[in-house]
């Protein structure tokens, strides 16, 4: 399949829209410049995921993983990571899949640029779903361990974007062991909880995006991005001590419990001493 790719100057542009709604972008050569981009494939999949239904969104989220997973990605990243390279596809080849699957399309240009042209950044739902579905499948072979990740990553999606923000964070490593130490101690809803009896914070602190500020803020002193699991998990608990009361962790199973007793007491311990 043939893709033609935009040229600069199609962005926030009132006539691109109209002609976007009147079907006339493809027949309009100015709107193009003399790059192509050639691709297998290029099935559609949900390209916006703000439903407020929580497993509506899980199942939209799944659905882009595996679409993006046995397509897309086999392109070279050159093109799926390439924001010129998506708003093409969606403003030409996608036109009739969007406004049929997101009619607010057509009520104003802001939804357009909100849905079709947006930046294709952290805030971009393509961008998160190629960008985890990448690096999920770079380190997964088995599809049941990516189907696995695939959810863990949906159930911690504010972590997620909070780990994308961050350059430094921005590896396959770190974000799967991120996701498998919230999985092992149970701590998703902890991540998503609101800071409590800190209003030096704000009035809005989550507690993962803490923990994360407090990576950054120790790197590069802290490699955490290379660390392996448990000694990654060190630290976690450390800053995460510093936000949440941490008696009250429930983990997983007693089994859990007995992993990282020891470990956790320590923590306290060179905590109190400090």
């Not at 829209?17 to 709107?31: A, M, S, T």
Request: proline share 2%.
């Amino acid at each position: 399949m043939e893709v033609r790719l935009l040229k600069k100057g199609y962005k926030n542009n009132e006539q691109f829209y109209k002609d976007f709604l009147d079907d006339q972008i493809h027949i309009k050569e100015d709107y193009f410049s003399d790059e192509v981009v050639f691709i297998d494939q290029a099935p559609n999949f949900p390209v916006y995921l703000a439903h407020r239904d929580e497993e509506v969104r899980k199942e939209l989220f799944l659905e882009a993983f595996n679409v993006l997973s046995s397509s897309y990605l086999h392109t070279d990243r050159d093109i799926h990571f390439e924001e010129i390279f998506w708003h093409s596809l969606l403003a030409v080849t996608k036109r009739e899949y969007l406004l049929e699957q997101y009619p607010q399309i057509a009520e104003s240009i802001n939804h357009f640029n909100n849905i079709v042209l947006k930046d294709f950044n952290w805030e971009n739902y393509i961008y998160k779903c190629v960008l985890g579905a990448q690096y999920i499948n770079d380190l997964v072979e088995d599809y049941e361990d990516r189907l696995r990740y695939y959810e863990l990553l949906i159930d911690n999606l504010d972590m997620y974007n909070y780990i994308i923000k961050y350059e430094i964070f921005r590896n396959d490593y770190f974000l799967l062991n991120i996701l498998d130490i919230i999985n092992e101690l149970n701590l998703s809803k902890v991540m998503k909880a609101k800071i409590v009896g800190r209003p030096n914070l704000g009035k809005d602190e989550r507690v993962g995006r803490r923990v994360l500020f407090e990576f950054n803020k120790s790197y590069p002193v802290v490699m955490s991005p290379m660390m392996d699991k448990e000694d990654l998990k060190e630290y976690f608990l450390t800053y995460l001590n510093y936000y949440y009361d941490m008696s009250l962790l429930q983990e997983n199973s007693e089994e859990e419990v007995l992993k990282n007793k020891n470990k956790i007491t320590g923590i306290f311990q060179s905590l109190f001493k400090s």
